[in-house]
């Protein structure tokens, strides 16, 4: 990946700033998860920016504030960097948006990507109460690996009452890069039936086929 995060701490902050405001401006429109922006990344955003915020007197930094400064960046920089991930791949964001953000892509000239071909095969762990918990993989492959040139599963599900008639009637969508993938639910859904299927999707976005329509009953 081309460098989107600098290492120089001013361009850094500069660099968050915009990505979050323009995150926080569109965020329902980008269709991202409100809950995790707010619960995850503003509180470690707020933290660097305190922690910055006090390094900037020369005349009262010590080795404490700089320890301080360093250990929230680092903090902070792990989750910024997975909202950058799931900004640069969102078909609901432009390139222009990108540019604004400072979001680069890599150059895929000379490397075509193909659509997927396989489908994901996937289980669901119904061991937790309240949680269904998906691992995914790819259907022909030998490994637990994701076919080549596939960014990550569309996974599309719905509690229905009877079996679906097609993948349409699953009406929730979610994407996940890794497996496995976990789907929370009330305590007033308990013992209700949800229906589920996954497929591929690559890093230009084309998608392959869906997986079979799997049950499981909210524990």
Request: glycine share 6%; proline share 5%; aromatic share 10%.
């Amino acid at each position: 990946m081309a460098r989107t995060i600098s290492p120089k701490d001013s361009k850094f902050h500069e660099e968050q700033g915009v990505i979050t405001s323009m995150t926080e401006q569109n965020i329902t429109q980008w269709g991202l998860d409100r809950t995790w922006f707010e619960s995850v990344v503003k509180p470690a955003k707020t933290g660097w920016e305190n922690a910055w915020a006090a390094y900037q007197d020369p005349a009262q930094r010590t080795r404490v504030i700089t320890f301080t400064k360093n250990e929230k960046r680092e903090t902070y920089e792990k989750i910024l960097r997975i909202l950058v991930q799931l900004l640069k791949y969102n078909q609901r964001i432009t390139d222009e948006n990108r540019t604004a953000m400072g979001i680069v892509m890599r150059n895929t000239t000379g490397t075509p990507v193909k659509a997927p071909k396989t489908r994901p095969e996937f289980i669901i762990d119904t061991s937790t109460i309240r949680r269904l918990i998906i691992a995914f993989w790819n259907l022909t492959g030998r490994s637990k690996a994701k076919p080549h040139g596939v960014h990550g599963a569309e996974i599309r599900w719905a509690i229905l009452d009877h079996p679906p008639v097609s993948v349409e009637e699953l009406v929730h969508s979610s994407f996940d890069t890794h497996s496995p993938f976990e789907l929370a639910f009330d305590e007033s859904e308990r013992g209700k039936t949800v229906y589920i299927c996954l497929r591929w999707e690559n890093t230009r976005g084309e998608k392959g086929p869906w997986s079979e329509i799997v049950k499981a009953v909210i524990p």
